[in-house]
Every structure is written in C-alpha cells, then in structure tokens.
C-alpha cells in the first residue's frame, strides 16, 4: 500500500490503523495509538489493535477504575523530542522488546512521536509538523533561507 491517505481526523485515522496496518509492538517498532488522558509527561494511550477498536473515554481516574479495558498502556512516557500531547492526539506508541515478548506491552511504554492523520505506505506516518506535500524544489538548502515569491 504505497499510496498516500490523509484521513479527515485522529480517531478515523486510528481505526485505520486497527483494521489495516500491522500494530505488533515485537522488536520495538512504535505502533499507532490515541492519547485518553495526560498527566506532566505520561500519559495514557489506547493503542491500536485489531480486537478492539473501541476508543475509551473519561478521565484518567474514571479510565484507570475501569476494568474491562484492553490495549491500554496507562504509563507512557513522553520521548525527549515530544514537547506536549492532549487527549485524542495521534501518536506513535512503543515498549520495551521483553515486555512485548511476555505479553505485557501495555505496563509501559513511550510515546516517540505526534503525527497527523496522513499515512503513507512508504513512509508511514507523518510526524507531527512536518509539511504534507512538500517537493524539494520549496525546501530551502541548509543553511539558506527559502526563498519568497515577489508580489
């Protein structure tokens, strides 16, 4: 699936996901996920899935109370490069190898990257404030300036 898809928000973007992209966390990759609650720099993440698409809602103290939940890892650390995150954000979710092994990639984890609901089979993701469809020929060389249009 090469082709570009820019979906019209977080949550279809997620169900994305769920239905049509690989989420296992085995080997560390970062999967797909939805931001439920932020508390400083955790926060707790539903992460994609294909057995349960459901996308919890309240807050962090009525989420934790729940016990029918799955797929949700309530201790995410926020990467150094991640400077803020709210709930319904679209982020990249990742855990520890061994955790994901043994069955338990929802204990803890960290959030690598915001991206917007643009995914690319090349490319993945997009990473959160990167441009959508940026051609060389509008970035500017490093070091120089971007060059203006005159009016």
Same mark, same amino acid.
């Not at 294909?50 to 939940?69: C, Q, S, V, Y």
């Given at each position: ?10 949550? $279809? &973007?997620?169900?994305?996901?769920? $239905? ?8 560390? @990759?970062?999967?797909?996920?939805? #931001?439920?609650?932020? %508390?400083?720099?955790?926060? +707790?993440?539903?992460? &994609? ?20 939940? +799955?797929?949700?890892?309530? +201790?995410?650390?926020?990467? +150094?490069?991640?400077?803020? #995150? ?17 069955? @338990? $990639?929802?204990? !803890? ?16 993701? %997009? ?11 509008? %970035?500017?060389? !490093?070091?120089?300036?971007? %060059?203006?249009?005159?009016?």
């Amino acid at each position: 699936m090469a082709q570009a898809r820019t979906f019209e928000n977080n949550v $279809e &973007a997620f169900e994305f996901a769920c $239905e049509h992209l690989d989420a296992s966390l085995k080997d560390g @990759k970062p999967v797909p996920g939805i #931001v439920l609650a932020t %508390q400083g720099r955790m926060c +707790s993440v539903k992460i &994609a899935n294909r057995e349960d698409k459901t996308i919890p809602t309240g807050t962090l103290n009525e989420l934790l109370a729940r016990t029918d939940l +799955s797929y949700v890892c309530f +201790s995410a650390m926020l990467d +150094s490069k991640v400077t803020h #995150v709210e709930p319904g954000d679209l982020v990249l979710y990742t855990t520890m190898p061994e955790l994901a092994a043994a069955g @338990k $990639e929802t204990i !803890a984890g960290t959030v690598v990257a915001k991206v917007n609901p643009h995914y690319s089979g090349k490319t993945g993701w %997009q990473r959160h404030a990167e441009p959508v469809d940026a051609t060389p020929a509008e %970035q500017a060389p !490093a070091g120089e300036a971007p %060059q203006q249009n005159p009016s």
